[in-house]
């Protein structure tokens, strides 16, 4: 399985900000959409991850608040990123091994999509259930005769 076929199912509904985006406007589109992450673009191109990680350090540094930054000065500006051609295991792999739950999808230098590590995991248990009823479909649908013979 490819980043791809996540991408056709999951959809592309995408959330972009700029650099220059208060940071407080980010959390809102975050919590009204429900999504952990944003992709920052300038200029047709991908310059950074804002997610909710970047998000606590600036609570944290700030003693609660997100103050008047933008996003530029909280952002990822080396995100990891795949391409729709990153097969699944070699995505979990890149973000277990760099502690990210999200990459953006890119093909070239434009933005297809971004893969959380929710995406992945629904996709591989997906796989494995769809796997698991084809096999025991197939033991269902063993012929007799093998059955018997095994017996013996």
């Known amino acids: 399985m490819r980043v791809s076929d ?3 199912v999951k959809g592309n ?3 972009t ?6 940071l407080q406007d980010a959390v809102n589109t975050m919590a009204e959409h429900d999504i952990g992450s944003l992709v920052v673009m300038e200029f047709g191109d991908l310059v950074g991850m804002l997610t909710f990680r970047e998000i606590i350090l600036t609570l944290r540094a700030n ?5 008047t ?7 990822d500006d080396h995100p990891l990123t795949c391409t729709p051609e990153t097969d699944v295991n070699e995505v979990r792999r890149m973000m277990l091994e760099h502690h990210v739950r999200y990459l953006p ?13 929710y995406d992945v995991a629904k996709a591989v248990v997906e796989e494995q259930s ?3 009823r084809m096999l025991k479909a197939y033991i269902r649908d063993w012929p007799e005769e093998e059955k018997q013979q095994e017996k013996h």
């Not at 003693?63 to 103050?67: E, K, N, R, T």
């Not at 930054?69 to 952002?75: E, L, P």
């Open 17 to 22: 900000v700029t650099p220059d985006t208060p």
């Open 69 to 75: 930054s933008t996003i530029r000065k909280v952002m």
């Open 130 to 132: 769809f796997e698991n």
């Open 6 to 8: 996540i991408l056709k």
């Open 63 to 67: 003693g609660g608040s997100v103050g």
């Open 105 to 117: 999808v890119l093909e070239n230098r434009t933005l297809m999509g971004v893969i959380s590590f």
């Open 13 to 15: 509904t995408l959330f």
